[in-house]
């Protein structure tokens, strides 16, 4: 079975706080991702990577900063977390080109910042 | 801009109903749309992936069709139950300088009930 795991299903930070969010994939997939997820908004870009250092940046990645220092993991760095930030956060991987871009997603981390 | 519309927004049906979900995007020049189950309060479960070159795709009670031209797709669902109660969403990958990342539908929320 794929795998996109998440290192935490929730999180409660302090407002000000430096939070990390981990995320593994296990397919040696080039592309991973970044979205949150806010009732009425729907998924929202914030990061992806397309290979090991690379990033690019999505729909709103203000208050927020990304790693990828190897291929199978891709951190999500809140620098000073607020409570705008209050959210899930789904990572996502897939194939980089091709026709099997299909993407797997991880089991989301739910954080709350109080 | 490519932009993905789900409607309806939310169903709700009798158990044993065979039913439709629709997805419609605007730009037709896509090279596979996937379609995506979310249950409350976790990830997206990847259903089906459906190339540009396919009509059909199947998985058990689920098949997705795929008309490029006309820029729709329609996920079907046969003899529901009331496991099959999510969030459905579809999603096009948007070629971005050679990389791609997904452009979502707002979903269709879907209860069965018995």
């Known amino acids: 079975d794929v795998k996109v795991t998440q290192s935490s299903r929730y999180l409660v930070k302090r407002t000000g706080e430096k939070v990390f969010l981990e995320c593994v994939q296990d397919m040696d ?6 979205y949150r997820q806010d009732p009425g ?6 990061y992806f990577s397309y290979d090991v250092k690379m990033k690019e940046k999505g729909d709103i990645p203000e208050g927020y900063s990304v790693s990828r ?9 809140l620098e000073s977390a607020s409570t705008n930030q209050t959210s899930m956060y789904l990572c996502a991987s ?10 797997f997603f991880g089991q989301g981390t739910r954080l709350t910042v109080v | 801009k ?3 519309t789900q409607i309806p927004a939310a169903l709700s049906v009798p158990e044993g109903e065979n039913l439709v979900l629709n997805c419609s995007f605007t730009d037709s020049a896509i090279y596979n749309l996937q379609w ?3 249950d409350p309060g976790k990830g997206l479960t990847s259903l089906l992936l459906i190339q540009s070159s396919q009509r059909e795709q199947t998985s058990g009670r689920l098949n997705a069709s795929l008309d490029k031209s006309s ?3 329609t996920l079907y669902i046969a003899a529901s139950q009331p496991g099959d109660s999510a969030t459905y969403l579809c999603a096009v990958p ?18 069965v009930h018995p």
């Open chain 2, 71 to 73: 820029g729709r797709s």
């Open chain 1, 69 to 77: 220092e190897k291929k199978e993991r891709f951190s999500l760095i």
């Open chain 2, 94 to 111: 948007l070629l971005s300088g050679g990389y791609n990342k997904l452009i979502f539908g707002a979903g269709t929320r879907l209860a």
């Open chain 1, 41 to 46: 908004l729907g998924l929202r870009l914030i």
């Open chain 2, 2 to 4: 490519q932009e993905v």
């Open chain 1, 94 to 103: 897939s194939h980089r080109q091709g026709l099997n871009t299909e993407a």
């Open chain 1, 29 to 34: 997939h080039e592309n991973m991702f970044w």
């Open chain 2, 36 to 38: 995506f189950r979310q």
